[in-house]
């Protein structure tokens, strides 16, 4: 689908999304539905960014996940697994 290599050129040219829409002619209600499709498309790994810690003796007691929306997201320690998943679940 022609609107979802689009999306992925986009995201991966280091463009604002507006110039990007913009600079081709697109409207903007119309960009980001798209870019939610596009999205609705990604598999959980496409969509996080792994993390890796390489000294696990200084893992901190607690982490801080920052969306883009602004939402702040503060993971302490010895959570389990399944409480964690619910709290970044994409549905």
Known sequence: MQMLSMIKDCLESGQTKSSYY?????????????LRQ?????????????????????????????????????IPEGIELSQLRSLISLQ
């Open 22 to 34: 913009k600079k081709l002619g697109i409207p903007q209600a119309v960009f980001y539905y798209w």
């Open 38 to 74: 596009y999205r609705q498309k990604l598999s959980p790994e496409e969509v996080f960014i792994p993390v890796h810690v390489k000294t696990p003796e200084v893992f901190p007691k607690e982490i801080e996940i920052s969306y883009p929306n602004g939402v702040r997201l503060k």
